[in-house]
């Protein structure tokens, strides 16, 4: 196994127990739904976490790099299936329109 296959299982692995755990979160109780917007908001944010966890191993940081990252965060996501389909996407559409920030913050 080499280094960088090692890195990523560990990254995939880190990323879809954060998810687990911030949807066990999610369906422990029911919210209201300014509490679930909220929830929501902070699941965006721990994506775009992870997306930019993926995208730190990178030797440049291009748009195709950042929305195959996104693709990858929200397929680990969503099998957690912990939200519908419907906030998934919004959270995905979220993420691609994010990516002039997450590129200003790499070239720092």
């Known amino acids: 196994m080499s280094m960088k296959s090692f890195l990523k299982g560990l990254a995939t692995g880190a990323v879809v127990g954060a998810a687990v ?3 066990t979160g999610l369906l422990t109780a029911p919210k209201s739904g300014k509490e679930l ?3 929501l908001a902070e699941y965006a944010k ?4 992870d ?3 993926m995208l730190k191993n990178a030797k440049k940081v291009s748009k195709e ?3 195959n990252a ?4 929200t397929a680990m996501y969503e099998k957690v299936k912990t939200f ?7 959270l995905k559409e979220k993420l691609m329109s994010e990516w002039e920030v997450v590129v ?3 070239q720092k």
Not at 70 to 73: A, F, I, L, P
Not at 84 to 90: I, M, R, V
């Open 21 to 23: 755990g911030v949807a």
């Open 37 to 39: 917007r909220k929830d």
């Open 46 to 49: 721990q994506m775009r976490k």
């Open 51 to 53: 997306v930019e966890k």
């Open 65 to 67: 790099a950042y929305e």
């Open 70 to 73: 996104v693709e990858e965060v």
């Open 84 to 90: 519908d389909k419907e906030d998934l996407l919004a």
């Open 104 to 106: 200003k913050k790499f």
